[in-house]
């Protein structure tokens, strides 16, 4: 294995560019690491790339678990072995500070070559003219084409899927199972997720919770309104619709859960770290459940193999789950290794050595080739994050990857507003009179 150079990127307070989304982690230390990767391409640009022995190296970023983070740089030594001229400086954190740091870069005109791309985030980048278009020289036919369509911005391919995922609840079963009570299932309600907290309060230690406080949980949040009939909260063409008595209805509900105990209090509720081994409240046992994301699981059986288990969300008068693709490779506007850039997507998308490696590290493989190749190789966790999409597919809300200008709204303003209500420091009416107000500078 090749020296590697790898800069762990640290926690940022999270502002700019984040909305609906996964994974988190901390600690503003680097090391750094030169890794390589190559294999064999598909496309046009890939074949190019293989026969030019010109070194390059390929700064490359990504966000997620230790999961994720292994099995990435493997592939990036692979890939390397197979074209020895294409070296990396892989850059990986978790979610927290992730969009800060790459919007910081981006702005100076020095974001990483490869860049992993949240939906939420890809109007933003797109319009500022700060991605290349991927329309030509990377294979996407063996990809559905709405999950291909969901990179492009103006009608131009600006990012490559790289996993289906679903919305879901992600539960510990083993420790449900002791408790005795009745465990979550596919097709439950609102009422019966509540319920479902209080009959595991009852049964808990003092200082363990059944339910995450999801007060400033705009993804949640989100999921609440749409599942009783009243759209997004900020529609996908950029339309304020924060509807006052859904939430208060919710804020309220998250007030009771705090009095009784079923949700941490706000001191602990805010240290939660999505997908860190050591700060998620899940992976620590605080909590029991939490909504997630189906590719984040790998990240979630690498701490408790075997413990966790997916349901569907709650539904209202509707269902409130929708698919998303996982996240993209995207290549910075301002790379001058755009095609070795595209060689590398294109092999990582589409080369079965690539999946043995990945799995489903970012998700269901989009290629319906790879995906075909992998089944029978994959775990019972990696069938889970499938029978998630299966289950959530014929009912899924439509998906809205955030309005161009609004993801520091949707981001930091919900979240910072909601945790005012959280401590007490204001009602749930006067957080909705902030969230108008805050909402003007965006419309």
């Given at each position: 294995m090749m020296n590697k150079q790898i800069k762990?990127?640290?926690?940022?307070?999270?502002?700019?560019?984040?909305?609906?989304?996964?994974?988190?982690?901390?600690?503003n230390t680097a090391t750094s690491t030169k890794t390589g990767a190559s294999?064999?391409?598909?496309?046009?640009?890939?074949?190019?790339?293989?026969?030019?022995?010109?070194?390059?190296?390929?700064?490359?970023?990504?966000?997620?678990?230790?999961?994720?983070?292994?099995?990435?740089?493997?592939?990036?030594?692979?890939?390397t072995k197979k074209h020895p001229n294409?070296?990396?400086?892989?850059?990986?954190s978790g979610f927290d500070g992730y969009a800060d740091?790459?919007?910081?870069?981006?702005?100076?005109?020095?974001?990483?070559?490869?860049?992993?791309?949240?939906?939420?985030?890809?109007?933003?980048?797109?319009?500022?003219?700060?991605?290349?278009?991927?329309?030509?020289?990377?294979?996407?036919?063996?990809?559905?084409?709405?999950?291909?369509?969901s990179g492009k911005y103006k009608d131009k391919l600006y990012a490559i899927p790289l996993g289906n995922n679903a919305t879901?609840?992600?539960?510990?079963?083993?420790?449900?199972?002791?408790?005795?009570?009745?465990?979550p299932a596919n097709g439950w309600t609102w009422d019966q997720y509540f319920q479902f907290g209080r009959d595991a309060k009852a049964k808990l230690e003092k200082d363990k919770y059944a339910l995450m406080d999801a007060t400033s949980d705009y993804t949640v949040y989100?999921?609440?309104?749409?599942?009783?009939?009243?759209?997004?909260?900020?529609?996908?063409?950029?339309?304020?619709?924060?509807?006052?008595?859904?939430?208060?209805?919710?804020?309220?509900?998250?007030?009771?859960?705090r009095k009784e105990g079923v949700v941490p209090p706000p001191d602990i509720a805010t240290t939660d770290k999505e997908s860190d081994a050591k700060m998620d409240l899940m992976n620590n046992d605080t909590v029991l459940i939490k909504r997630s994301f189906a590719a984040l699981l790998p990240g979630y059986e690498g701490v408790k193999p075997g413990a966790y288990k997916f349901v569907t969300q709650p539904k209202g008068a509707q269902a409130s789950g929708f698919l998303k693709p996982s996240m993209f490779w995207s290549i910075s506007a301002d790379s001058k290794n755009i095609e070795a850039s595209k060689a590398f997507i294109d092999w990582f998308v589409n080369d079965t050595e690539a999946a043995d490696i990945l799995t489903t590290t970012r998700g269901v493989p989009v290629s319906k080739k790879v995906l075909e190749y992998l089944t029978p190789k994959l775990t019972p966790a990696d069938k889970q994050q499938i029978e998630l999409i299966k289950n959530v597919a014929p009912d899924a809300q439509p998906f809205n990857p955030g309005a161009k200008g609004w993801s520091n709204y949707t981001a930091k303003d919900f979240k910072d507003i909601g945790e005012k209500v959280m401590f007490?420091?204001?009602?749930p009416e006067a957080a909705y009179d902030e969230l108008v107000k805050k909402a003007k500078d965006y419309q």
């Open positions: 762990r990127w640290g926690l940022l307070t999270v502002t700019a560019l984040t909305a609906v989304s996964l994974t988190a982690c901390g600690g294999a064999q391409p598909s496309s046009g640009a890939a074949a190019t790339a293989a026969v030019d022995n010109k070194p390059v190296k390929l700064r490359i970023v990504w966000w997620g678990s230790q999961a994720r983070h292994d099995a990435t740089l493997k592939a990036l030594d692979a890939y294409v070296t990396f400086e892989p850059e990986f740091k790459l919007a910081t870069q981006a702005a100076a005109k020095n974001a990483p070559d490869v860049i992993q791309m949240d939906p939420a985030w890809l109007a933003e980048y797109s319009g500022r003219n700060q991605l290349v278009d991927l329309s030509k020289g990377i294979n996407t036919a063996d990809i559905d084409k709405s999950l291909v369509d879901g609840m992600l539960f510990n079963k083993n420790a449900v199972d002791k408790l005795g009570i009745t465990p989100s999921s609440y309104q749409i599942s009783q009939g009243k759209g997004y909260p900020v529609t996908v063409d950029g339309k304020f619709n924060l509807d006052k008595d859904t939430y208060l209805t919710y804020a309220k509900k998250y007030a009771d859960l007490g420091k204001i009602t």
